[in-house]
């Protein structure tokens, strides 16, 4: 099981490189981006020591068709995707906040409202609510952005008075998160299943707002089935989703969330290739199509190639 690890290209017109937890990202004369999507996966911001084979190709493709879904609701930074785990587009001055949207007590929220919070970024939380109840009306719980370690909750009011973003432009943020949520709603639902809660970056050229980054992918979205939805709730169950969740609940079984003096449990062959078939179960579901597999055999050769011919094409423009 051949997998993408990490990338070390020297790319025309480069002018940096940067390696983040799971994306390797290359500037190009300062006006493109090229985001190779690796198989490295991480949780509690700790990157794993193995490499899950095809996670990468099922994160971009994702996101590839996700973003051209929305293109009607705001302009996104996608211009060309060249190989299956590589995405081109153009550079955008990121905000400093992720736009974190919940239709459900799931995941962080609910290890938050367990721990007796009744109010996350500011909005309120009522009493009486199980793991993974659907909320009175979906609420946005940004948090900040970090370049190294966690992310941080922060609230409207707090993005506004500190200035991170402003007054006008957080509220076009809100909107757009807004929007962008309801549609992969209805896309969800069309597959059978629920949007419980995603997230979505953003940036500017000039005036003007894109969305960038990846959108309703496993990674950064959770997903339930809806057939079984109301039935697991009613009998106190734990829900079947399509998320990275099941990572994290696999690591804290183990004794793992990413806080210091703790060990990474072993990632044995089995564990790495149930790992993959789960995202490749997730990939079909969410996009209703049949995964299709690439050539491993020389998989960074492959990425280099479709590189440079994307960039052929772009920089003539």
């Keep these: 099981m051949n997998s993408l690890k990490e990338t070390n290209f020297t790319l025309p017109l480069q002018t940096a490189f940067y390696k983040g937890k799971v994306r390797d990202v290359y500037t190009i004369a300062d006006r493109y981006l090229v985001m190779v999507v690796s198989d490295r996966i991480s949780a509690f911001d700790v990157v794993l020591p193995?490499?899950?084979?095809?996670?990468?190709?099922?994160?971009?493709?994702?996101?590839?068709?996700?973003?051209?879904?929305?293109?009607?609701?705001?302009?996104?930074?996608?211009?060309?995707v060249p190989d299956p785990t590589v995405s081109v587009g153009r550079i955008c001055e990121p905000f400093k906040v992720e736009m974190v949207i919940r239709g459900y007590l799931s995941g962080h929220a609910w290890r938050e409202y367990q721990a007796g919070k009744r109010e996350l970024c500011g909005e309120p939380l009522p009493e009486g609510l199980s793991e993974n109840d659907r909320l009175p009306r979906p609420i946005i719980t940004p948090s900040t952005k970090a370049h190294v370690g966690h992310d941080e909750d922060i609230s409207a009011n707090d993005i506004i008075k500190h200035g991170v973003v402003s007054r006008a432009d957080y509220e076009r943020l809100e909107d757009y998160t807004r929007r962008l949520y309801q549609r992969g709603t209805e896309e969800a639902a069309e597959r059978g299943l629920i949007l419980v809660d995603t997230k979505y970056e953003f940036g500017k050229i000039g005036d003007d707002i894109y969305l960038i980054d990846e959108i309703h992918t496993p990674d950064s979205s959770r997903y339930f089935y809806a057939d079984t939805y109301q039935d697991l709730q009613d009998r106190g169950e734990p829900q079947r989703q399509l998320s990275k969740e099941f990572v994290r609940k696999w690591l804290i079984e183990n004794n793992f969330q990413g806080k210091e003096g703790e060990v990474i449990p072993e990632m044995t062959d089995e564990i790495v290739e149930s790992i993959s078939n789960r995202y490749i179960e997730l990939y079909e579901h969410i996009i209703g199509e049949k995964f299709v597999y690439p050539d491993q055999e020389d998989i960074n050769n492959r990425v280099e190639k479709s590189i440079l011919e994307s960039l052929k094409k772009i920089t003539r423009n």
């Excluded at 899950?52 to 930074?77: C, F, H, M, R």
Aim: no cysteine.
């Design 50 to 80: 193995r490499a899950i084979p095809y996670k990468g190709q099922v994160l971009n493709q994702i996101a590839a068709k996700s973003l051209k879904a929305t293109e009607d609701i705001l302009p996104n930074w996608l211009l060309d």
